[in-house]
């Protein structure tokens, strides 16, 4: 199997946990609710836009990658 087809289901793999550990565990129900995260709700408009949210996990993955670039 090529590096980058490993790479590809190694990340599915772990989104897959990922989300699996948010939906089970009651203790991460704060991602999503962050102070800085963007919520309207009129009668008929909803809009959310998780802008810290966003930015956390962005740095959560840009620092495994950075150790998993360092470990090889």
Known sequence: ???AARLLVALGLAL???GLAIWLLPG???LGRLPGDL???R???????PL???????LVLSALFWL???LR
């Open 28 to 30: 991460a129900a704060w």
């Open 16 to 18: 897959v946990a990922i």
């Open 52 to 58: 810290t949210t966003s930015l956390v996990v962005s």
């Open 43 to 49: 009668p008929n408009l909803r809009i959310y836009v």
């Open 1 to 3: 199997m090529p590096p």
């Open 68 to 70: 998993l670039s360092r």
């Open 39 to 41: 919520r309207i709700e």
